[in-house]
């Protein structure tokens, strides 16, 4: 897992992820009691941020404009050292 440290990391991430994978957004852990885990997917529009079960299921979509995301549990657990991203490898 990778710690992520900067909010401007996350649209890297989630471009890197999708050149590499093929796949449409990034996984994105928060660590803590919980382990939630996200689905993100960015565009020129804004993130599409999924809520995912623990079997990879979505739980609940919200639709955010950039100004709005920073404000999103994502961002908050960045902000506090929690949030985290598996290692992607290029499928082939």
């Known amino acids: ?3 992520v440290d ?17 796949q449409a ?8 009691a919980d382990w939630l885990t996200y689905r993100v997917l960015w565009s020129q529009a804004g993130f599409k941020v999924e809520r995912l ?3 990879g299921q979505v739980l609940h979509t919200q ?8 404000e999103h549990s994502v961002i908050e657990a ?13 499928r082939g």
């Open 6 to 22: 900067e909010p401007q990391d996350i649209e890297f991430l989630v471009k890197e992820s999708e050149v590499l994978t093929g």
């Open 63 to 70: 639709h955010q404009l950039p100004w709005e995301f920073v």
């Open 53 to 55: 079960d623990d079997k």
């Open 78 to 90: 960045l902000q506090a050292g929690q949030l985290f991203t598996p290692s992607v490898r290029h």
């Open 1 to 3: 897992m990778l710690m």
């Open 25 to 32: 957004g990034r996984i994105f852990v928060i660590a803590g």
